[in-house]
């Protein structure tokens, strides 16, 4: 049997810096983009169960505010990912 593997061009995996808490909260500090860089996350303003509607997929979207400018930031299936802009 064939799988076609379907590569989503605004849906980018990006590494991400996080901190586990004792009572179970997961927390990014900051991630690094496809070229490299490491942007800090400044502070995290929503954490709630939403899909990507621009890039699909379903998880927990983090709304962060990143050098001034807010940003979803998404984890899905133990792995973290962004919308391409």
Do not use: H, Q
Not at 1 to 23: C, D, G, L, R
Not at 36 to 58: C, F, H, P, W
Not at 64 to 70: D, F, G, S, V
Request: with cysteine.
């Amino acid at each position: 049997m064939n799988t076609i593997t379907y590569e989503n061009p605004n849906k980018i995996y990006v590494t991400v810096k996080a901190i586990f808490f004792p009572e179970g909260l997961l927390r990014p500090i900051s991630l690094i983009w496809e070229d490299g860089r490491e942007y800090m996350i400044d502070k995290v303003l929503d954490i709630r169960r939403a899909a990507s509607l621009k890039a699909g997929g379903t998880g927990l979207r983090y709304t962060c505010r990143i050098a001034n400018k807010e940003t979803y930031l998404f984890f899905e299936e133990g792995r973290w990912f962004m919308e391409r802009k």
